[in-house]
């Protein structure tokens, strides 16, 4: 069954801190991986796309990595605003012509 | 350029009742998917429209059903409304298909329903 899983569920840290957040999907076969960021009541806005051959990608203080091979993919937060406290989801795309699948999301709030 | 507009951001409705939800694109873009956002579940998939042709839809209750126009917006319906249907209704618009196209969210149109 294709999933994605992430992990923390939530996650609390100090502006100015570092933080990792986990995606693991078991889609198959494998056609990208995206990162959004939700607000509080907004639409989700993508951050990143990756296909199989992309590694890491970086949009700003966002740095996304994918192993294709364990089928795990990390987002990487660097020098943390308290406007990056949010939500989290990692998406990844089968074939084309199936659903997305999402994954339920990493709520990270960044206190002063 | 203007973003994706959900109408309306918020409504209430009482069990049984329909609602119809709208969509509108970037303009430029052929496909519009929507999602259904519930605490419990996250992000689930409804189905995706491309060119007016419903191109995939998820595992939800035929009460739900969606159309698009010509000039590609798009609407939902949602029949004889249960008290699981409240959620955040997400919209979503992109150039090629949802697998491959980066999507464009919409702010999503709150339903309540009691």
């Known amino acids: 069954k294709n999933q994605v899983e992430q992990s923390p569920q939530s996650l609390i840290i100090l502006e100015g801190k570092n933080c990792t957040l986990q995606c693991n999907y078991t889609v198959s076969p494998f056609s990208n991986l995206r990162w959004y960021k939700q607000d509080t009541g907004r639409g989700p806005v993508s951050l990143t796309i990756?296909?199989?051959?992309?590694n890491t990608k970086s949009n700003g203080r966002y740095t996304a990595t994918l192993d294709a091979d364990t089928k795990q993919s990390s987002l990487h937060i660097t020098a943390s605003q308290l406007s990056d406290s949010a939500s989290y989801i990692c998406v990844v795309s089968a074939q084309a012509g199936t659903a997305l699948i999402f994954g339920k999301g990493t709520t990270l709030s960044v206190s002063s | 350029k203007a973003g994706v507009t959900q109408t309306p951001r918020y409504l209430i409705k009482t069990r049984g009742q329909q609602v119809t939800l709208s969509c509108s694109p970037i303009?430029?873009?052929?496909?519009v998917s929507w999602y259904q956002q519930t605490p419990g579940q996250g992000l689930q998939f409804l189905f995706e429209y491309f060119s007016e042709t419903q191109r995939n839809k998820g595992n939800f209750p035929g009460r739900f059903s969606g159309r698009q126009f010509s000039n590609s917006r798009s609407e939902m319906n949602v029949s004889t409304l249960e008290l699981g249907d409240s959620a955040l209704y997400l919209c979503a618009s992109s150039l090629g298909h949802q697998n491959t196209g980066e999507l464009f969210f919409g702010e999503g149109s709150r339903l309540t329903v009691l």
């Open positions: 303009s430029g873009h052929r496909s």
């Open positions: 990756m296909t199989f051959s992309e």
